[in-house]
């Protein structure tokens, strides 16, 4: 399975963006998905989690209300829609498959490369 992530930038505090994983080489269907981000210096940290239909999602408390995580299996993408960003969401934004779905690191098993939030203050 291959990620590909895009959609981040420079944008001011306040302000939204919305992030797209593409996926290939696999049933897209049949993977849970994460966003997780790691900030400068700090280890990776859990964003959402979507099941293989969207029905269930989860968020880490400090996005709640303020990101969006869904899904289009015909078109074999994840968003993160996030909105009110923060300096403190300034981070590299990954999005990967998971067998599990779990809010650590290890539940995940492919990883897209990466894309780059920064929120200016």
């Known amino acids: 399975v291959q990620l590909q992530a895009s959609g981040g930038g420079l944008v001011q505090a306040g302000g939204s963006l919305r992030l797209s994983c593409a996926a290939s080489?696999?049933?897209?269907?049949?993977?849970?998905m994460g966003w997780f981000r790691q900030a400068p210096g700090k280890e990776r940290e859990f964003v959402a989690y979507?099941?293989?239909?969207?029905?269930?999602?989860s968020y880490t408390n400090s996005v709640k209300g303020r990101f969006t995580i869904s899904r289009d299996n015909a078109k074999n993408m994840v968003y993160l829609q996030m909105n009110s960003l923060k300096p403190e969401d300034t981070a590299l934004y990954y999005c990967?498959?998971?067998?599990?779905?779990?809010?650590?690191?290890?539940?995940?098993?492919?990883w897209g490369q990466g894309t780059l939030v920064t929120v200016s203050s």
């Open positions: 990967a498959t998971a067998q599990v779905l779990g809010t650590t690191p290890s539940s995940y098993d492919y």
């Open positions: 080489g696999g049933t897209f269907s049949n993977y849970r």
């Open positions: 979507i099941s293989r239909d969207g029905s269930s999602v």
